[in-house]
C-alpha cells in the first residue's frame, strides 16, 4: 500500500513561491516514477510535472514551464516541487500521484495519490 502525503501550500502573493512537498510512505520509492497534477475550482485535475524514478528526465506543463521545478530524494522518500513567479491561474489543489512504470502527463496512468494541498495566489 502506498500512502502519498502533501504538504507546503498555502496563500501566497503574485510573483511569490511555495514548496510543496510529498512524503511517500512506500518501500520501494525509487522505483516510482512521480508527478504532481492540479485541480482548480470548478475545472478538470490537469497535468503539471512528473519526474522519472531516478530524478531524470522531467516533464512539465507548458504553463509552468520555467517557473516549476520538480525533484526528487530517494534516500528521504520525498518529491517536492517547486515553484516559482506564482499566478492567480495557478491556484489549485496540487496532488502528489505515483506509478510503478515509466514518467506519465495522464492522470489515468498514475495509481496512486495523495489527498492534496491548497495552494491559493492572490492578485
Known amino acids: 500500500q502506498v500512502q502519498l502525503v502533501e504538504s507546503g501550500g498555502g496563500l501566497v502573493q503574485a510573483g511569490g513561491s511555495l514548496r510543496l512537498s510529498c512524503a511517500a510512505s512506500?518501500?520501494?520509492?525509487?522505483?516510482?516514477?512521480m508527478g504532481w497534477f492540479r485541480r482548480a475550482l470548478g475545472k478538470e485535475r490537469e497535468f503539471v510535472a512528473a519526474i522519472r524514478w531516478n530524478g531524470g528526465p522531467t516533464s512539465y506543463a507548458d504553463s509552468v514551464k520555467g517557473r516549476f521545478l520538480i525533484s526528487r530524494d530517494n534516500a528521504k522518500n520525498t518529491v517536492s516541487l517547486q515553484m516559482n513567479s506564482l499566478k492567480p491561474e495557478d491556484t489549485a489543489v496540487y496532488f502528489c500521484?505515483?506509478?510503478?512504470?515509466?514518467?506519465?502527463?495522464?492522470?489515468?496512468?498514475?495509481?496512486?495519490w495523495g489527498q492534496g494541498t491548497q495552494v491559493t495566489v492572490s492578485s
Open positions: 512506500v518501500p520501494t520509492f525509487s522505483s516510482y516514477a
Open positions: 500521484s505515483a506509478r510503478s512504470s515509466v514518467v506519465s502527463r495522464r492522470e489515468y496512468d498514475y495509481n496512486y
